[in-house]
């Protein structure tokens, strides 16, 4: 055999190596893209009704939200209503009421004024109203006896 020959061989050699590696990586490729195609068609198939139940969803929430906007508004609208409703009640009954509790407060004064005077408590030896424990009356209100101070403790 020549030297000819054996570089013809040796390239005969490698050309059917290099066709074979190609062979094997283009197989490979073609179940890559098969495998590719039924996975990209079964997220079709699965992802089409998703979207529809997404649609359908989302129409949902958008009449809820124009249910909630209705009652908001009526919301709106009703607490407008109390608000006007209160300042015309105050504007309308409040004068005459403090008038009202100002003359009774004024009458019972005077009815407490109109009896033999009494000596203060402290005159007569007995402890002050608040020392007793008693409650105080102001203005029509109860509020609790006051507390003692430090020289009633010792």
Do not use: C, H
Request: avoid cysteine; charged fraction near 20%.
């Amino acid at each position: 055999m020549t030297g000819g020959e054996v570089a013809g061989i040796l390239v005969a050699v490698f050309w059917a190596v290099l066709v074979t590696l190609l062979a094997v990586v283009l197989v490979r490729l073609a179940q890559t893209l098969k495998a590719t195609t039924k996975l990209v068609a079964d997220v079709t198939d699965q992802a089409v009704p998703l979207l529809a139940d997404a649609s359908a969803t989302v129409r949902a929430a958008q009449t809820q939200l124009d249910r909630v906007d209705a009652i908001a508004t009526d919301v709106q609208e009703v607490t407008s209503n109390a608000s006007a409703l209160s300042t015309t009640v105050a504007s309308t009954f409040g004068g005459p009421l403090v008038k009202v509790a100002a003359f009774g407060y004024g009458v019972r004064r005077a009815m407490g004024r109109k009896g033999p005077a009494e000596p203060a408590p402290a005159d007569r030896g007995e402890p002050a109203p608040a020392a007793r424990g008693r409650r105080g009356v102001i203005v029509g209100r109860t509020v609790p006896s006051a507390r003692r101070s430090r020289k009633q403790k010792g």
